[in-house]
C-alpha cells in the first residue's frame, strides 16, 4: 500500500514527431477553406499546420539523442512537393479527420520518409503498421454530421496551392501548454540540392 501524500508520478519525457514545416502561402489557403460556421468542425489553427513523416511518440528525454543520431546520416534530395485536393480519415465510415492531400507526393518524399522508418526501427522504434499516407490535417471531425462533411469536401473539391520546394525537415515535440497543444522545433535537418 503506498502512502497516498506520496506525489504521483507523471511523465516526464517528450512527445516527438517528424515533419516538414510549410509555407506561408500554403499555410493562407489552408486558411482560407475553413468555415467558421461549420458545427462539429475543429480547425487546426495556422500555427500547427505540418506534414507528418513520423510520429514518435512519448519518449523518455535522454533518448532524443540516440533518435537524432539515428537520423543524422539520412541523406535526401530536396523536392517539390504540390497540394491537390481533399479528403478526410477513414475514407469510408464515419470521419474523424479532413485534410489536404499531396497529389501523387514525390519519390523523395517517400524516400525520405522510407529512410527515418528504417533509422527509428534500428533503435528499437516500431514502424507505422499503416501505408504512409502524406497529409495536412485541416480539421478533426469527430462531432461533425456526415453529411457536413461530405457538403464540406463537396464546396472544395477543386482545392490546391502552389507546389513549395522541401529542403529541411523538423523534429518537434508537442505540449499541452494551458489547454492548448503548442509545437516547437527541437532540431532541424537540410536536405541535400
Partial sequence: MTDSSEPIHTF??????????????VKDSLL???????????????ER??????????????????????????????FLLPIDGLGSFPPMGKAHA??????????HLFQLHKRIEDALFNIGIEPEKRIYHPHITVARVNHAADESVRQFL??????????????AFHLMQS????GKRV????????LTH
Avoid at 57 to 75: C, H, K, S, V
Avoid at 175 to 178: A, D, G, K, R, V
Avoid at 183 to 190: G, L
Fill in 12 to 25: 516526464r519525457g517528450k512527445r516527438l514527431f517528424l515533419s516538414i514545416d510549410l509555407p506561408d502561402y
Fill in 32 to 46: 482560407a477553406i475553413q468555415e467558421e460556421t461549420l458545427k462539429g468542425f475543429n480547425w487546426v489553427p495556422r
Fill in 49 to 78: 499546420f505540418h506534414l507528418t513523416l513520423k510520429f514518435i511518440g512519448d519518449i523518455p528525454g535522454q533518448f532524443q539523442e540516440t533518435i537524432e543520431a539515428a537520423i543524422d546520416p539520412i541523406q535526401v534530395r530536396s
Fill in 98 to 107: 479532413v485534410w489536404a492531400g499531396l497529389a501523387t507526393g514525390h519519390p
Fill in 154 to 167: 463537396k464546396r472544395h473539391q477543386n482545392f490546391g496551392a502552389a507546389p513549395f520546394k522541401v529542403d
Fill in 175 to 178: 505540449q499541452e501548454i494551458e
Fill in 183 to 190: 509545437y516547437s522545433i527541437e532540431r532541424t535537418w537540410e
